[in-house]
């Protein structure tokens, strides 16, 4: 896919039908990905700290999550096809998951909003399965990590907030072959 550096982040010139194919292409194929939906507050995060500004470029996609980056891109004349968020992405691979009898490993939020988000989530789609889930206030990552890596899921949804969530899933994605996605505040909206 074609890229558009809008304010040092290198967005994916991707729209959500096409992510959501790719991811689940990539998933088949047995690929190692890493998802970032990049939203205005975090491309100006990145800008004041290249620590994070150099994760981001380690992402396989980076989506638009933002009507002023597509706006930005719009004025660099190199324009991205469409906003695509975090959470509209997760509700298609958690269908996708559903109907092909998908895994997925869920970390982040407090622990009884991931729970909820869990139970929710196994109520909708009664045919995924839950690889297994951990709340975002740990304090040993390496406990979470080989809980993640030992349950072998397709899919790791992390909703730690930015910038953690991306400086966790760059540092610990190798240690399961799987799509890993940043998905900031969405198991809160999923615990209803
Ligand atoms: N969170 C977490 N661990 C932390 C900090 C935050 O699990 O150490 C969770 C928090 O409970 C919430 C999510 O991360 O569920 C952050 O949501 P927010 O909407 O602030 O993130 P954004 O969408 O802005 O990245």
Aim: charged share 20%.
């Amino acid at each position: 896919y074609a890229t558009v550096d809008v304010l040092g982040v290198s967005f994916t010139k991707i729209t959500n039908r096409q992510l959501v194919n790719q991811l689940i292409l990539d998933s088949q194929q047995r690929k190692n990905c890493f998802v970032v939906t990049a939203n205005p507050e975090i491309v100006l995060y990145a800008r004041e700290h290249p620590e994070y500004a150099a994760v981001l470029q380690q992402a396989d996609y980076t989506a638009a999550d933002g009507i002023g980056i597509i706006k930005g891109a719009q004025i660099l004349k190199s324009p991205l096809p469409e906003r695509v968020t975090g959470f509209d992405t997760l509700i298609s691979l958690l269908q996708y998951a559903d109907r092909h009898i998908k895994s997925i490993f869920l970390l982040g939020a407090k622990p009884d909003v991931v729970k909820a988000a869990k139970k929710n989530i196994q109520k909708k789609y009664p045919r995924l399965k839950i690889a297994g889930y951990h709340d975002g206030y740990f304090t040993n990552p390496e406990t979470v990590v080989s809980l993640i890596r030992q349950s072998s899921p397709d899919f790791v949804f992390v909703a730690l907030g930015f910038p953690k969530q991306e400086f966790f899933i760059k540092k610990f994605r190798s240690s399961a072959c799987a799509i890993w996605m940043g998905v900031g505040g969405s198991f809160d909206v999923l615990a209803g």
